[in-house]
């Protein structure tokens, strides 16, 4: 394997990227609402609540219709402490999930069709890589991009959480198990899902947009999971997180192998 010239490619597409308006922007924009923007406005809701005088009490209805597995994990809380815990620990996890989902779909729907648009894709189709080789290094450009925007966004997002609910839990409470097993198992299976299911897409589109239209739809499995948990449906655990990484694992790895069998450069310039 030409690890060196993988590595090239690796290193030019994100370079690209940093410089790449349309990758960049909508991901500071999520990294600024979620991370930051999302824990403070929970962090002051009892604040907020009190100006208007309303009652956090009034919020109990909604925790009344989670499942008793989560209503045990919120039993040691008073009612305020419950709210914050609900919506900054459970309720926001599945929209983490988004966040690397939707760079590494973005970033890997920029592989080859960004490359058609920067006329750059011939002289990457003559780099000294196997097809496999070129596959895979377009595959982990987007994921190790992926991972590195979730964990620096955890990083960011574990400091403005427990500062903005330092006034009401008076600790720190954040990250706990759940949140871990997320970042280190879940996410790392969500990116390659869905790095190497847009490269694929990529490498049919005529475009970065076309491509990136796609990227779109493959957070709507995420989107659902974040309202059956708000109705009620379903608690998420460190077991349903554990089975849900093996079964993404498992995906991605079927997807990536067959990515990698079908893949043909010189179909590229002709799609």
Known sequence: MNARAMFAIVRKDLKVVIQNKNVVTPIIIIIAVFFTGLPWLAGLAPTILHWFGGQMSSLE??????P????????????????????????????????????????????????KERKTLEALLYTPTTDRELFIAKMLSGWLAAIAVALGGFLIY?????????????????????WLVLVLWVVPALSGLGVSLMVVVSAHAQGFQDANQMAGL??????ALFYAQ?????????????????????????????????????RLLAA
Do not use: C, H
């Open 61 to 66: 209805g909604i925790l009344a219709k989670m």
């Open 68 to 115: 008793a597995g989560m209503l045990q994990e919120l039993s040691g809380y008073a009612i305020t402490q419950k709210v914050l815990v609900f919506v900054l620990v459970y309720m926001l996890l599945p929209f983490f999930l988004i966040i690397p989902l939707m760079t590494a779909s973005m970033l890997a729907a920029d592989s080859f069709a960004g490359e």
């Open 158 to 178: 574990a400091v403005n959480v427990n500062a903005a609910a330092w006034s009401q839990m008076q600790r720190i409470f954040f990250p706990n198990a759940l």
């Open 218 to 223: 493959v957070v709507l499995p995420i989107v």
């Open 230 to 266: 708000m109705a009620g449906a379903i608690f998420i655990n460190i077991s349903i997180l554990l089975l849900m990484g093996l079964v993404i694992w498992l995906l991605a790895g079927l997807l990536i192998w067959l990515g990698s069998r079908n893949f043909q450069r010189n």
